[in-house]
């Protein structure tokens, strides 16, 4: 058995099983973090949505107002340390929060851009003074940031920047040369996070505020969705940033660039699970009122097959965005005050595989929700009127922002192999059990949820064979290899979804009882039925396209039997239509 | 000033009430501060930022009454007081909880005591002018504005829709209709001061009382829903031959008339 650290290391659930008491669940939540829930909740459908048509139409004033009014409340402060006139509150508030903000479309990411990619690089790397001067601001919304990464020539190739800054002669000011693409929440900012080469090589981040000579704006962009958030080109001629404004280290902002997003990718997550909650509660309300054929829609077992499958994954995007909420506080709780940058950013990066997941999956199940929810509402679906055109454009972007959900693929296991290149993992050992655990026949452990923990076994297991299987086909050549890299991804995502599902149920089932958590475990059940048909589609695939003769005859073979025997934890036709009618009672997901 | 709220936990307004044998099934079931209450607590809270004093928040229930006083704790009380009768008291009822809250108070020098106009689950309103009674102090119910002076309180009442002014002086005993404010939510620098303010809790002992001295004065028989409602008829034909038949329906089917 592995021994399990008392603090958990990054990716590690690709290879270990992880510790149920570790794994932090909604159940887990305080009374602090349920309350600051229900502020965020009223803020939002009290203050935000009835002026939806305004925000759609870019009231910007509007956005102003309302990021001030979340501000008084501390909605924006909950990052920032309390001697900055924050609350320093931990990474499951934020995620509260982020959830909350995320049904409200546009003005929603204008708030968690704000909060995040354009707060945290301050937070955590600036100087005191720049802390001093800026934090406060930003806490109370007095001030709003933004975040310039995108050029023209430098979208996911991030550091291609073609942005310049050169120190003038008296060593009082950089100068700042280059043009910013699609800036989120560009026409409102106060300051500006942005990117730019010292000396044309040396990438470097500086805080800009919006009254610095050289700094304009484009012209506001024509967008398909999310339009409360004014996007922008910012660009800067012969800015002047004074010197005291160069965020980090010459040379360094890689570090910041990267390391924040990790965060933004959590962030994005916690906003999809919001917004696919919102959703799906439209898509129940709508079928139950809409009739044909003589009753409402929603008693066709066909719809109540596609709430299900929403229902389903929300549940796991919930697991797995808490969980991961927690691993970040653990990395990352203790150093609100630290100023030791290279701590900061090797934590930050500690889980850049699981922020990449929560961005992905959180996207793709938004996204789903959203088209679902569509064409539940058929014809009403497309009308503007009936708010669900404007979920899905609004939904669209959150594949593209924050790192591609391609780019975020790839992050996945390569972080994996470059852990194992530098020996801080043991991976051909780890695949050889995991081989050797496939052709074992199992003895299921009289715990709950046996089985159900059995199969999320098998899935680590299969993404460790063909971890290895990809290793010995392409050994270091396996960072181009792309196709087996998604396929990877692929499965690393559908192993953290369905253990986060089924951790988060057995620690429900211990701590509330089988019944209490009838509802849970059938969700559960509802995801690992999609991932155990996901994992062995894609195992199946990767080892076709890794092996060949003998070995592959026998590898897929394999696959096929361990995934068939393990059918039994889907839910019966019967029980999804009753889990399908009790969302339908409640109006909204509830597990 | 010394102001006290009495706050009770009731049912979220959204939650469908379910019944089964013979009594409201609370598993699963949100909660939230008895929304007349929360008028109190935000009026509390106002009066207290001009005029200076404390805010205690005091409620009679079970140990789950603890996150609606923390509640009212991070909207600006300053204390709350839990007196649980959860191990004491089977079936309560409006005497029950005045004849507890009265003495608890007595002896507190309470300037101002602000409780909603009814909770929206027994809906009796009957404990806060109880209250007042047994502490032998004057007391109006559902008002709308109050303005304190010195000593002196001016209040505008709802009376079935109209209003009426009043001028009354302290101490006194209000309940609070709706109009009253727009109570604010917890701000999350609230909710986390919330944390650490005193929320003190009591039991019946504490306050010399025994279970007699509070057994409830009524009993419930039974506890049942309204009928559902039936659909509407929709009514066809010429306008004289419709209204003959709305006549005869309003005879016949609806016993009005």
């Known amino acids: 058995m592995e021994k399990t650290n008392t603090r958990t290391r990054g990716a590690s659930f690709l290879f270990s099983k992880v510790e149920p008491d570790h794994v932090f669940t909604p159940e887990d939540f305080t009374d602090e973090h349920r309350m600051i829930g229900t502020t965020a909740k009223q803020f939002v459908e009290k203050e935000v949505t009835p002026h939806q048509g305004q925000i759609e139409k870019q009231d910007f004033k509007l956005i102003v107002t309302l990021m001030q009014k979340a501000g008084d409340l501390g909605l924006l402060a909950h990052s920032i340390p309390e001697q900055y006139g924050g609350l320093g509150l931990d990474k499951i ?82 100068v700042l040369n280059g043009t910013k693409l699609y800036i989120t929440n560009a026409f409102f900012s106060d300051t500006f996070i942005v990117y730019a080469k010292v000396d044309g090589t040396k990438f470097t981040a500086f805080i800009v505020e919006k009254d610095f000579p050289g700094l304009s704006l484009g012209p506001e962009e024509e967008k398909m969705g999310i339009k409360g958030s004014s996007t922008r080109s910012v660009i800067l001629e012969d800015c002047q940033v004074p010197a005291e404004n160069l965020l980090g280290e010459v040379g360094k902002g890689h570090v910041i660039a990267l390391n924040v997003l990790n965060l933004g990718r959590f962030n994005l997550g916690s906003a999809c699970m919001g917004a696919s909650k919102y959703s799906l509660s439209k898509a129940l309300q709508f079928t139950q009122e809409r009739k044909q054929f003589g009753r409402a829609i929603s008693d066709f077992p066909a719809t109540k097959q596609k709430v299900v499958k929403m229902a389903g994954r929300i549940y796991a995007t919930e697991s797995l965005q808490y969980r991961t909420a927690s691993l970040l506080e653990e990395a990352l709780g203790g150093l609100y005050e630290s100023s030791d940058w290279k701590e900061i950013g090797k934590q930050m990066s500690e889980f850049a595989t699981e922020c990449a997941i929560c961005k992905v999956y959180g996207s793709e199940t938004l996204d789903f929700t959203a088209d679902e929810t569509l064409q539940l509402h058929g014809g009403a679906g497309f009308i503007k009127d009936y708010g669900v055109e404007q979920i899905y454009r609004d939904s669209r972007i959150n594949r593209i922002f924050e790192g591609t959900n391609e780019i975020n693929r790839l992050l ?141 005859k026998q590898l897929t073979g394999l696959i096929f039997r361990e995934c068939s025997q393990l059918r039994s934890v889907s839910l019966s036709v019967d029980k999804k239509r009753e889990l399908a009618d009790l969302l339908f009672k409640e109006n909204k997901f509830i597990c | 000033m010394n102001i006290f709220v009495l706050l009770k936990r009731t049912f979220d307004t959204e939650e469908k009430i379910v019944i089964s044998n013979g009594s409201i099934v609370e598993d699963g079931a949100e909660f939230i501060i008895n929304p007349y209450d929360e008028y109190a607590v935000e009026e509390a809270i106002q009066i207290r930022d001009s005029q200076g004093g404390e805010v205690t928040v005091v409620s009679v229930g079970g140990e789950e009454a603890e996150k609606q006083l923390r509640t009212a704790l991070a909207m600006g009380a300053d204390k709350a007081v839990l007196i649980n009768i959860e191990d004491d008291i089977e079936n309560g009822d409006q005497f029950t909880t005045s004849k507890i809250l009265a003495e608890f108070l007595q002896g507190k020098e309470a300037d101002l005591i602000l409780a909603g106009n009814v909770a929206i689950d027994g809906g009796s309103g009957q404990v806060g002018p109880r209250v007042a009674d047994l502490l032998d102090i004057p007391y109006i119910t559902t008002i709308t504005n109050i303005t304190v002076d010195g000593t002196s309180v001016k209040i505008v009442r709802d009376v079935e829709g109209d209003s009426e002014t009043i001028e009354a002086a302290l101490p006194l005993l209000v309940t609070a209709q709706q109009g009253l404010n727009e109570p604010r939510y917890p701000s999350l620098p609230g909710i986390m001061k919330a944390k650490k303010k005193p929320l003190e809790e009591l039991e019946l002992d504490d306050l010399d009382l025994d279970e007699d001295d509070v057994e409830a004065k009524t009993k419930t028989i039974e506890i049942f829903l309204p009928p559902k409602k039936e659909a509407g008829k929709v009514l066809e034909g010429e306008l004289d031959v419709q209204v003959k038949e709305l006549v005869s329906l309003l005879h016949s089917e609806a016993k009005v008339i």
Not at chain 1, 103 to 115: C, K, R
Not at chain 1, 445 to 458: C, S
């Open chain 1, 412 to 552: 996945i296991p390569t972080h994996l192999f470059r852990k194992a290149m530098k020996g801080e993992v043991d991976l051909l050992s780890k695949v050889q059990q995991a081989i050797a655990e496939l052709q074992e026949s199992v003895k299921l452990d009289n715990e709950p949820l046996a089985e159900e923990r059995n199969a999320v076994d098998t899935i680590r297991n299969l993404f460790l064979l063909c971890a290895g299987l990809a290793f010995e086909a392409h050994g270091e050549g396996l960072v181009h290899e792309q196709e087996t890299l998604m396929g990877l991804a692929d499965l690393a995502i559908t192993l953290y979804t369905a253990e986060s599902s089924v951790i988060r149920t057995l620690r429900s089932v211990k701590r509330y009882g089988e019944e209490k958590s009838a509802l849970k475990i059938n969700l559960a059940r509802v995801v690992l039925e999609d991932s155990l048909w996901d994992a062995e589609r894609l195992s199946r695939t990767l080892t076709m396209a890794l092996t060949d003769g003998e070995k592959q």
């Open chain 1, 93 to 174: 508030s934020k995620g509260i929060v982020g959830e909350m903000v995320g049904q409200s479309g546009g003005y929603g990411v204008a708030h968690s851009n704000h909060t995040c990619i354009a707060t945290l690089p301050i937070t955590y790397f600036g100087t005191e003074e720049q802390k001093a001067k800026y934090l406060p601001k930003l806490a109370s919304g007095e001030y709003i940031g933004a975040y310039c990464l995108t050029e023209p020539n430098a979208g996911s190739d991030a550091l291609s920047a073609q942005t310049t800054a050169r120190l003038n002669e008296t060593g009082t000011h950089y």
